[in-house]
């Protein structure tokens, strides 16, 4: 299962954990509490398994992709994972299913705390529209991600501040009543 913690404020380097001293751990329930949804998979059999076949239908996650980040096979590795930690939001979710490897969604909370988040094979994630967030490989410096859309795959990411657009509004306003 995923693993997250409330984050330290150090700038030190992206891909080391980041866990505040003593560790404050996050709920699935908080997770929920904020939007973020998990199921545990069997990645071994991705590409024949009526589970994740089962998730797509229910919510209409019609198309899909897969991508590996990793030195060797992401050109302009570095640059990119930098551009995945910018915090950012989208008008549509975002529903990863790591197929290998680690890394880490980190989000912000109700109180503006960056949560991070400890995925890792098997673990499909979704990440509500209008939510800030951002991605960093961890020290491995390797995930193979299925990357799941309802309809045509719209990537395009608002930067931080997009507090006037509204899907981050109607995204605030879905915390007070949750
Ligand atoms: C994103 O949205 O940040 C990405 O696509 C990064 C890799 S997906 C595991
Ligand atoms: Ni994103």
């Not at 404020?9 to 003593?22: A, C, F, G, I, M």
């Not at 589970?51 to 239908?57: G, N, S, V």
């Not at 209409?60 to 990119?80: A, C, F, Q, R, V």
């Not at 975002?94 to 980190?106: A, T």
Request: hydrophobic share 30%; proline share 5%.
């Amino acid at each position: 299962g995923i693993e997250a913690w409330y984050m330290d404020e150090s700038s030190e380097d992206q891909k080391l954990p980041h866990r505040l001293k003593p560790n404050q751990p996050v709920t699935l329930r908080q997770l929920e509490q904020i939007g973020v949804y998990y199921w545990k998979l069997n990645a071994d059999i991705y590409e024949n398994d009526p589970e994740l076949q089962k998730i797509r239908e229910e919510k209409g996650y019609s198309y899909m992709d897969i991508i590996t980040i990793h030195p060797d096979k992401l050109p302009d590795y570095e640059n990119k994972v930098k551009m995945f930690y910018e915090e950012h939001l989208h008008l549509d979710d975002e529903i990863r299913y790591i197929l290998d490897g680690s890394s880490y969604f980190d989000v912000r909370d109700k109180d503006d705390r960056w949560i991070r988040i400890a995925v890792s094979k098997g673990d499909l994630i979704t990440l509500p529209a209008g939510i800030y967030h951002r991605f960093t490989v961890d020290e491995s410096n390797y995930t193979k991600a299925m990357r799941l859309f309802v309809g045509e795959p719209v990537w395009k990411a608002y930067n931080r501040p997009a507090d006037d657009s509204d899907i981050r509004k109607a995204y605030v306003n879905s915390l007070r009543c949750s």
